[in-house]
């Protein structure tokens, strides 16, 4: 098959099985506006290699954050700290296998809690689509699908889902990008689906080093986009290190309102964890 003909065949089975978990996901609305989150990152449609394993460790601190609970029962925010585990595979140069294994907070408490304790949050899959080898191109793209598995303190329903699309693009030394993320409970109708949407701005000050800008937002569901004052706004910088072993990705966000946390800071810390491609063996 001509290579033109073969990509175009690609393409179209992408976007029909993105249409499908599209679908399924666009039928609700999230309950709430940004209670708390394991994962605070900006997808840039960079994947693990086909058959190689990735794991990233999320880790999440607010020293000075909300001091009520978005929802009854709901982790509080103020001086909490939370993660997961990210194990990822490389199944095709256009598809990476997620899995957020366990999402928990080692330290944190609800209303009426007289201490800090631990706990597991629930867990995540995920599947995420890209543009291949989207590093070496000035534009990229993808889309990734999410779904959680929640405990009532985590979320204020036992499964909801994110379907988050990427647009960027390379200019010189600068990166753009973009995911506007829509989040769903699946209550509610497509119009109580709610925009939650994040970007980022880098600047690659060498093959190792970069510095970033980066916004996280929360509207509320676009049928009832809540007043500024409530909104979630938060403002970050961050920078990555990327060594011939392990990468970092740290930052701090200051919240720009009182739906806000007022400071947040994440480190990211990931490696591959296999040099040789592995794949199954399926006798069917």
Not at 93 to 107: A, C, K, R
């Amino acid at each position: 098959m001509p290579k033109g003909q073969s990509s175009l065949r690609f393409f179209q089975k992408l976007n029909v099985f993105a249409i499908v978990l599209g679908a399924l996901c666009c039928i609700a609305a999230p309950s709430s506006i940004f209670a708390q989150t394991d994962e605070i990152q900006v997808y840039d449609a960079v994947i693990a290699p086909p058959g190689i394993f990735n794991l990233m460790v999320h880790s999440n601190f607010t020293p000075e954050g909300r001091t009520q609970p978005v929802y009854p029962g709901a982790i509080i925010a103020n001086h909490s700290f939370n993660g997961t585990w990210e194990w990822a595979y490389g199944v095709k140069p256009w598809m990476e296998q997620g899995l957020y294994m366990p999402v928990y907070s080692p330290y944190a408490k609800t209303l009426g809690q007289k201490g800090n304790g631990g706990r597991i949050d629930g867990f995540k899959v995920r599947e995420l689509f890209v543009r291949p080898n989207a590093e070496q191109h000035k534009l990229f793209w993808g889309m990734n699908f999410e779904f959680s598995f929640n405990y009532h303190y985590w979320e204020s329903r036992p499964y909801t889902a994110e379907v988050r699309p990427i647009i960027g693009a390379y200019v010189g030394k600068w990166e753009l990008i973009y995911n506007p993320i829509v989040d769903t409970d699946y209550t509610g109708g497509p119009a109580g689906l709610e925009f939650n949407p994040s970007g980022r701005v880098v600047y690659n000050i060498n093959p190792t080093w970069d510095v970033a800008a980066e916004e996280y937002d929360g509207f509320g569901s676009f049928s009832n986009i809540v007043a500024v004052h409530d909104q979630f706004h938060e403002l970050w910088g961050a920078f990555d290190r990327n060594g011939k072993v392990w990468d970092i990705e740290a930052g701090a966000g200051l919240g720009l309102t009182a739906g806000s946390d007022r400071w947040t800071l994440k480190l990211m810390v990931s490696r591959d964890l296999n040099k040789k491609p592995w794949r199954p063996h399926l006798h069917l």
